[in-house]
Every structure is written in structure tokens, then in C-alpha cells.
């Protein structure tokens, strides 16, 4: 089952919905019990296995570490 993100566009509030099917019609808020909800993209990861990338280990994160090198590694 798809998990689909949601805005109510009434009170602003942001929720996920685990739904059998894509259809949102039965959707409400669950702050205020608003019907009017904006459907969101979600945002994922993805990480890539050392063995199969062939991007050096050392690039510069940027964003999440502050810059340098990425402290997850």
C-alpha cells in the first residue's frame, strides 16, 4: 500500500495516509477534519553501496554536514 503525503489546505497542517489504493477522496484531516488537501511529493534517500559506485568517497556533502566532508559516510 502506497503511504501519500498531504497539505489541508484550510489549516496548513501536513499528515501522511497510508491508502489501499491511490484514490484520496476519503481523506480528511486529521487537525481540523478539513477535505480540501493538497497531495505532496514525498522526498527519499537513496544510498549507494561503496561496491557499486564509482563516485569518490570524499565529495563534498554541501548541505547536511555543513559543508566538507559528509559525516555519514
Known amino acids: ?3 501519500m503525503e ?3 489546505t484550510a ?3 501536513r499528515f501522511e495516509e497510508l491508502l489501499a ?12 477534519a478539513g477535505r480540501k488537501l493538497d ?3 514525498s522526498v527519499f ?3 549507494v553501496s561503496e561496491r557499486t559506485s564509482s563516485a569518490p568517497r ?5 548541505s547536511c554536514c555543513g559543508g566538507g566532508r559528509c559525516s555519514r559516510d
Not at 21 to 32: F, L, R
Not at 58 to 62: I, P, Q, T, V
Open 1 to 3: 500500500m502506497p503511504i
Open 6 to 8: 498531504f497539505r489541508c
Open 11 to 13: 489549516c496548513g497542517h
Open 21 to 32: 489504493t491511490a484514490d484520496s477522496d476519503g481523506v480528511s484531516c486529521p487537525s481540523c
Open 39 to 41: 497531495r505532496l511529493y
Open 45 to 47: 534517500g537513496v544510498r
Open 58 to 62: 570524499d565529495l563534498d556533502c554541501g
